[in-house]
């Protein structure tokens, strides 16, 4: 797995796109800490002028990316259409498929680098468009320990609703949220983190608290946990916690006893 310091954001999109990338980079502030690569899932003998589009509304650097471009936070990267999009080394590799013909998903394909590659860094986003490129590729970020999101219809809605629909309807989609919102959960998420102490009596606390969510999982679903990696197990409830915008694990562990959605969310993470 690739050493990443900070969260890589994959967005893809087809049909209607456009507007959802203005309402998004309009509302992203250029110090976010986040990189962004912008996957337009476009037919291959259309050329892009998706760069010089995105320029005009961040003042984030925006890159056409070539293979071997490397991925600095508070950058925007945009490779060509149809390339096959992977991460290599904190780079982006980018290359021509081999097969026109072939159906080619290149917003799946990245989605599932981007998350073999950073695990719990990569955000996957999925905006308005058609067909259903995008949607195994938040699964795989998902499997990952990832955030995926798909843009709802309150506010802003996708001009093409087939791509996030299809997000939707594998389970794997932690936010639905109108364009426009999404900058501003990408930021709190990005700053929420519990503290994992070693010793002493605030391990004690976690422990316990830990051992507490452990055993809701097992009477409301039968698994046990106790003997999961205590580390692993407390970051994937600490990516509920940011999900559900519940910051203190008592308040997690309330919701919890009286949420059964929320365990099997959980249980899914």
């Known amino acids: 797995m690739t050493t990443v310091q900070f969260p890589i954001v994959g ?11 203005r309402a998004f980079f309009n509302h992203m502030p250029a110090d976010s800490g986040m990189a962004f690569i912008v ?50 080394d904190r780079c982006l590799g980018i290359k021509t498929p081999e097969d026109n013909d072939r159906v080619h998903h290149p ?13 719990e860094r990569a955000v996957g986003i999925v905006l308005s468009g058609t067909g259903s490129d995008g949607a195994l590729g938040l699964k795989a970020i998902k499997e990952r320990g990832g955030l995926t999101i798909a843009q709802g219809k309150d506010g802003t809605e996708p001009q093409y609703e087939e791509m996030p ?22 930021l709190r998420l990005k700053n929420t983190s519990i503290e ?8 004690s606390a976690i422990e316990t608290d830990r051992l507490t969510i452990c055993g809701l999982l097992r009477t409301h679903l039968g698994h046990d946990f106790r003997d999961y990696r205590r580390q692993t197990f407390l970051r994937r409830v600490e990516r509920r916690m940011a999900v559900v915008n519940t910051p203190e ?13 929320e365990i099997s969310a959980l249980f899914r993470d």
Not at 11 to 21: M, V
Not at 42 to 48: G, T
Not at 56 to 69: F, I, L
Not at 249 to 261: E, S, V
């Open 165 to 186: 629909a299809g997000a939707i309807a594998t389970g794997a989609v932690d936010l639905i949220l109108p364009v426009q919102d999404i900058p501003r959960h990408l």
């Open 11 to 21: 967005i893809g999109a087809s049909a209607g796109g456009i507007d959802a990338f």
């Open 107 to 119: 917003i799946d394909g990245f989605f599932d680098s981007l998350g073999t590659a950073i695990g």
């Open 196 to 203: 994992l102490p070693v010793d002493g009596d605030a391990y």
């Open 249 to 261: 694990l008592k308040d997690y562990i309330a919701k919890l006893r009286t949420d059964p959605a």
């Open 39 to 88: 996957i337009l899932h476009l037919p291959a003998e259309y050329k892009s002028m998706l760069g010089d589009i995105l320029s005009r509304w961040t003042s984030m650097s925006v890159v056409d990316a070539t293979d071997g471009t490397p991925i600095k936070a508070n950058h925007v990267y945009v490779p060509p259409p149809q390339g096959i999009v992977t991460i290599v």
